[in-house]
């Protein structure tokens, strides 16, 4: 009885520890991405929002949100691209820096790909 309780404890070990560096990917990931409209979030949006939009601290203690995860203020496409376009809410305007076709672009991808929506 105390040998197979022994064993069973170390089989928990052991699926627990292979649980914890399982393969599984996380989700999306910017850093990995070649395609336009990551590459369009690392030059406009990663310095606020962090380089996997999970958001951040700023310097003067302000936070910015994680674009992955939590309730998001903004969900639907039309919410998102105004967001994006004319800001507000602490976040600048890109509708003077981005075309409407990179509009489009940064909507679908934080909506898409970030969120998983459909």
Known sequence: MRRLKIIVLFAFAVFSIAACF????????????????????????????????????????????????????????????????QGGNGMPPFKDQLTERELQLMTDFVYRDLRGGK
Request: hydrophobic share 30%; glycine share 6%.
């Open 22 to 85: 399982s393969s599984k990917p996380k989700g999306y990931v910017i850093a990995n991405s070649k395609t336009y409209d990551a590459s369009l979030f690392r030059q406009d949006c990663a310095v606020c929002h962090g380089p996997e939009a999970e958001g951040k601290i700023t310097d003067d203690g302000k936070k910015v949100p994680s674009l992955r995860e939590a309730d998001f203020k903004f969900k639907t496409r039309n919410q998102i691209f105004n967001q994006i376009s």
